[in-house]
Nanobody, 125 residues
Framework: QVDVVESGGGLVQAGGSLRLSCAAS?????MGWFRQAPGKEREFVAA????????YYADSVKGRFTISRDNAKNTLYLQMNSLKVEDTAVYYC?????????????????????WGQGTQVTVSS
């Protein structure tokens, strides 16, 4: 069992920055960030391998968001810069069910077994 708890959401103006954190207990696993905007399905944002040596991003956030992890602290981060109104969503942290995946699997919601409650990010114009 892995528990994940997000923090760091809030209200920010367009063009601003926020950093989300996710505390994860238990095993060191691949982890990812997903988000769900009002009236839309949850979508992939970014993911990182268990060791942190590879990262994956949705095209919509590439170049603006950075995912990282500190395994000594069992913490995952998402640094979000140049935020846009369309980044407004509930952001979820998730941990994978096994230690390694093929590269294409990191984008798939079904590969993540453990989910946090979500943290709201609101970007105002």
């Amino acid at each position: 069992q892995v528990d994940v708890v997000e923090s760091g959401g809030g209200l920010v103006q367009a063009g601003g920055s926020l950093r989300l954190s996710c505390a994860a207990s238990g095993r060191t696993l691949p982890m990812g960030w997903f988000r769900q905007a009002p009236g839309k399905e949850r979508e992939f944002v970014a993911a990182i391998t268990w060791s942190g040596d590879s990262t994956y991003y949705a095209d919509s956030v590439k170049g603006r968001f950075t995912i990282s992890r500190d395994n000594a602290k069992n913490t995952l981060y998402l640094q979000m810069n140049s935020l846009k109104v369309e980044d407004t969503a509930v952001y979820y942290c998730a941990a994978g069910g096994r230690r390694t995946y093929s590269s294409g699997s990191y984008y798939r919601e079904s590969k993540y077994d453990y989910w946090g409650q979500g943290t709201q990010v609101t970007v105002s114009s």
